[in-house]
């Protein structure tokens, strides 16, 4: 029993990266209808760049500003250059061109910093606490990790459900033709979703990137797991998203540690498919209108 707990709390960490990705991925959804497989590339590329900021200042805090920014400018970029004239002509052509800038985001990164694995600093502790006299799997870093996602959540929740921005960036999700003919700016509404899931994928990006090496293919497993939690949780809920990538986290974490690291991608694709055959709206979706 104190090793399943051990492995459900060492998957806490990981979930709240896996949630964060998760919530980029439905912010996305949610503003133009489009899964944005290239959202792992932009992670990665903005993580780069954290990484060259941090080498030339020191500051791990200017270099995840440094991060946050050009996510924002990257997510703004894809949407008005490659989804916006795209999505004009087939939601599907649009979800193609998704893989179309992953690849070539990652074909970007090899290229300006080479296609070798590279180290990035670990800004906090991540040896386990020792607490009540014996060690925890949880380390300083996990803390700040699950205080990021935390903060974040907690700032879009707010965001959607008490501001008049999150009041139009609902109502262009839910339909973008009435929106517009209620006086909303359809347009910048749908950039200001992808800026924010820049900026949610580019923290996302800095978190995991001190727990494991960086390359241009490294953030590519963790789409699979952020695709399985926000499809499970429901592509439209932001708190499906944050359950089940936590709750993906801890799961891996456990097969992880009863059986071996490589059997996690199929845990996680086997649950995506039970999802499909069973509630393929998502535990937290729903199919009925909605008022806003």
Not at 117 to 130: E, G, K, M, V
Not at 186 to 203: C, E, K, M, Y
Not at 223 to 240: N, R, Y
Request: cysteine-free; glycine content about 12%.
């Amino acid at each position: 029993m104190t090793q399943f707990l051990d492995y459900v709390l060492g998957g806490i960490g990981s979930g709240a990266i896996i949630a964060l990705m998760a919530l980029a991925l439905v912010l996305t959804w949610r503003a133009t209808r489009v899964v944005n497989f290239a959202q792992v590339g932009q992670a990665m590329f903005t993580t780069f760049i954290a990484l060259s900021i941090q080498t030339l200042t020191g500051s791990w805090f200017i270099a995840l500003i440094g991060a946050i920014v050009a996510g924002a400018i990257l997510g703004v970029i894809v949407q008005y250059l490659v989804l916006r004239p795209v999505k004009r002509m087939d939601t599907s052509g649009a979800i193609i061109a998704t893989f179309g800038v992953l690849i070539a985001l990652q074909a970007a990164a090899g290229m300006i910093w080479g296609g070798d694995s590279q180290a990035y600093p670990q800004p906090f502790s991540n040896t386990a606490i020792s607490l009540f006299g014996r060690e925890w799997p949880l380390s300083v870093y996990d803390l700040v990790v699950i205080g990021f996602a935390g903060v974040l959540v907690v700032g879009l929740t707010l965001l959607f459900t008490r501001t008049s921005l999150g009041l139009s960036m609902r109502a262009t999700a839910f339909n973008p033709e009435v929106a517009r003919l209620s006086g909303v700016r359809v347009g910048r509404t749908l950039t200001i979703g992808w800026a924010l899931a820049g900026v949610v994928g580019a923290v996302a990006g800095v978190l995991v990137a001190p727990t494991s090496a960086i390359s241009p293919n490294s953030f590519d497993i963790l789409l699979v797991f952020a695709f399985t939690a926000a499809v499970i949780g429901g592509l439209d809920s932001l708190i499906g998203a944050v359950a089940l990538g936590i709750g993906t986290g801890l799961i891996l974490s456990v097969v992880s540690g009863y059986s071996d690291s490589s059997n996690a991608p199929v845990v996680a694709l086997v649950l995506l498919a039970l999802n499909l055959a069973i509630k393929p709206e998502g535990i937290f979706g729903h199919n009925s209108a909605r008022s806003v």
